[in-house]
């Protein structure tokens, strides 16, 4: 019981810090996107790390502010079409099924939905420091 008591005190403090920072996330102004956290974990196998699953939702025409990551990043087109420039690269149109890699960080100089009239949504696998945001804002 007591090896019990001691694996749930953590997993709760775990899982608390989760939802506050997902609720953090969801502080958006009307005008941004909507980022949902699906799930956030330590990774045991690389302390000091955190891997995070999340969802990014555009409306029509709707764009993210300039970013860069502290951590690499996957992402995958779940719906819609999505315009991506990273670094010093070409924008590139992404649609449903496709998919990007973005080294730890890189300069995320345009997101934003490639439709003037249809929603687009990103699945997004993202590893970070344990104390890492997100995204940083880029100085404009």
């Keep these: ?27 958006h102004d009307a005008g941004q996107e909507k980022v949902t956290v699906l799930e956030a ?44 420039r990273v670094n010093d690269g070409k924008a590139q149109t992404y649609t449903a099924g496709q998919t990007w890699y973005e080294p730890a960080g890189s300069r995320h100089y345009e997101s934003r939905n490639a439709s003037a009239t249809q929603p687009a949504k990103l699945l997004v696998f ?6 890492a945001d997100i995204l940083e804002p880029l100085p404009q």
């Design 41 to 84: 974990h330590p990774m045991l196998n690389a302390p000091g790390k955190k891997a995070m699953t999340l969802t990014v939702d555009y409306a029509p025409g709707q764009a993210s502010i300039a970013h860069s990551h502290s951590g690499s990043a996957i992402a995958y087109v779940l719906d819609g079409a999505v315009v991506s």
């Design 126 to 131: 993202i590893l970070l420091d344990d104390n």
């Design 1 to 27: 019981m007591k090896a019990y008591k001691r694996l749930t005190a953590p997993l709760s403090g775990i899982a608390f810090a989760a939802l506050a920072f997902a609720a953090h996330v969801h502080a």
